[in-house]
Nanobody, 127 residues
Framework: QVQLVESGGGLVQAGGSLRLSCAAS????????MGWFRQAPGKEREFVAA????????CYADSVKGRFTISRDNAKNTVYLEMNSLKPEDTAVYYC????????????????????WGRGTQVTVSS
């Protein structure tokens, strides 16, 4: 059974940084497009960032573009989300997800196209 385990969340002041990690197991990691989503209290889950299977393509939500960076290390079966210049509105539970049908060189933006999900890690940004 595929496992995705997020880590790296926590409490940070506005303007600070965090680096989230998502470790995958029981999959051929390089065959999957990967993405990060988040869900704030009382809101629907939303797309944050995605990366293609090889890492050659990345996509970002407008709200995080220029502040967040997604990357992956296929040798370590891990995808990362570097978050800088954090704002209180970034407070949410962050989830990583894997897309088994990801096309080569493309990143997956639609939540419905992801097949596997982690349990999430809480990120809280204080003002």
């Amino acid at each position: 059974q595929v496992q995705l385990v997020e880590s790296g969340g926590g409490l940070v002041q506005a303007g600070g940084s965090l680096r989230l990690s998502c470790a995958a197991s029981r999959i051929t990691f390089s065959n999957y497009g990967m993405g990060w989503f988040r869900q704030a209290p009382g809101k629907e889950r939303e797309f944050v960032a995605a990366i293609s299977r090889s890492g050659s393509s990345t996509c970002y939500a407008d709200s995080v573009k220029g502040r967040f960076t997604i990357s992956r290390d296929n040798a370590k079966n891990t995808v990362y989300l570097e978050m800088n210049s954090l704002k209180p509105e970034d407070t949410a539970v962050y989830y990583c997800a894997a897309d088994v049908l990801s096309k080569w060189g493309q990143c997956t933006v639609k939540e419905s196209e992801y097949d596997y999900w982690g349990r999430g890690t809480q990120v809280t940004v204080s003002s």
